[in-house]
Structures are given as C-alpha cells and as structure tokens.
C-alpha cells in the first residue's frame, strides 16, 4: 500500500524556532509538495519539487524553505516560527503516468501551533 | 488570477439521495480537474480525475462532469451514505505544470 508519512502529528513550537517538518514516500515518486491548510483558505501550495534537490516556490513561500536531498524525502523549514505560522502542514506526493495523471498522494498532516 | 470556488456552507441531505457539490472556476483552463475526499485531522484522498476533452466519468456510486464552457464541475454522489459524510475538495491543474490549486472544500452530512 502505497504511503507518506510525516514526522509528526502534532507539533508545539515557539516564536523564533527554527522548525523542520519531514516528509517521507515510499512510491519512488518524482514530484513532492507542502501545502498548508488553514479554516476559509483551503489548501495553498508553500513549494514542491520535481526532482532531488530541485524545488520552485509555490502561492506563499514566504518564511518557508525546503531541502529534497533524497528522491523519498522532502522537508519543510520554517526559519523562524511565528504565530501566523500555526496551521495544518500536509506534505504530498505524485508522479506523472498514465490513467491517474498526478494523482496526489497525502500524509497525515503536521498540526503545527507556533506559541 | 486563477479562482476556485466551492460552496463554503454545508450540505445536509438525507441518506439515500443524490448529493451534488459544485466547483467552479475563473481565469484560466484547466486540462485536468480532480476531486478529493478529507475527513477530519486527516490528509485528503484522490477520488476521481477527469480530462478536459471528457464531459462525464463515473466511479461506482461517483460522477463528475466537467463543463469547460460553465467552467464548472459537478461532482455528485448516488445512493448516499452516512458514510459519505467529510469535506470534499476538488482541485485544478496550472496549465503545463504539475501543480494543482484547491479549493476550499464542501462538506457534506449525509443524515440517517
């Protein structure tokens, strides 16, 4: 059966932490994401990466980066945490084929509360 | 910029109905559309993907349709169960890309 998995289910931090949310697949996929999830807003894209150790900026990269070092793993840095930061972080991932064109595999998510 | 709209209030409807939700879209063409399901405190799961040259695909007790000229989908679900009950996300390629942008979601309550 086909699984991401994060690093954590629920995570406490404070303002001006540096924060690292791991991201793990184990369907050799090309393509990875970070999304945040927030009540009203829906999800919105931070980065992805289409490759190891290659990565584009999605709709609200602003005090995120990430590092995609191996294919199976991609992780989310939050330089310095700060309270609007407190969200649901979900990490996905997919690979172009045919039939199910960039279906998107989900983890669990990281509720994340920066304090 | 593009735009995702999705019914933002709750849909209530009796077990055994039909429940149809509803996406539509702004400013731009999408070549693939595709709805998700997600159930609290979890990530959400692929259901269904439909093609822009595809007006109409069918999963069991799912459809979607995808009209290019409304720019609109509507996903409906037949036979509706309790167990139906969760947020249902639908979500748009960016041309060329392998991204997609969501909507905000609908959720629905399927009553016994």
């Known amino acids: 059966d086909v699984k991401v998995t994060q690093s954590s289910r629920y995570l406490v931090k404070r303002t001006g932490e540096k924060v690292f949310l791991e991201c793990v697949q184990d369907?050799?996929?090309?393509?990875m994401f970070w999304y945040r999830q927030d009540p009203g807003l829906g999800l919105r894209l931070i980065y992805f990466?289409?490759?190891?150790?290659?990565?584009e900026k999605g709709d609200i990269p602003e005090g995120y980066s990430v590092s995609r070092e191996k294919k199976e793993r991609f992780s989310l840095i939050l330089e310095s945490a700060s309270t609007n930061q407190t969200s649901m972080y979900l990490c996905?991932?997919?690979?172009?084929?045919?039939?199910?064109?960039?279906?998107?595999?989900f983890g669990p998510g990281t509720r994340l509360t920066v304090l | 910029s593009q735009k995702i709209e999705q019914n933002s209030e709750a849909l209530n409807i009796q077990e055994g109905k039909t429940a149809t939700l509803t996406c539509n879209y702004t400013n731009y063409s999408p070549a693939y559309l595709q709805w998700y399901r997600q159930d609290p405190g979890r990530g959400p799961v692929f259901l269904l993907l439909?093609?822009?040259?595809?007006k109409e695909k069918r999963k069991e007790r799912l459809k979607v349709t995808f009209d290019t000229t409304l720019k609109q989908s509507l996903f409906h679900i037949t036979a509706s169960q309790p167990a139906d009950s969760a947020t249902y996300l639908c979500?748009?390629?960016?041309?060329?890309?392998?991204?997609?942008?969501f909507g905000t979601g609908t959720r629905l309550k399927v009553l016994a």
């Open positions: 996905a991932s997919s690979t172009p084929g045919q039939g199910r064109y960039n279906e998107q595999f």
């Open positions: 990466s289409y490759d190891v150790k290659m990565k």
């Open positions: 439909i093609r822009e040259n595809e």
């Open positions: 369907m050799d996929h090309e393509n």
């Open positions: 979500a748009l390629d960016y041309t060329g890309t392998y991204k997609y942008i």
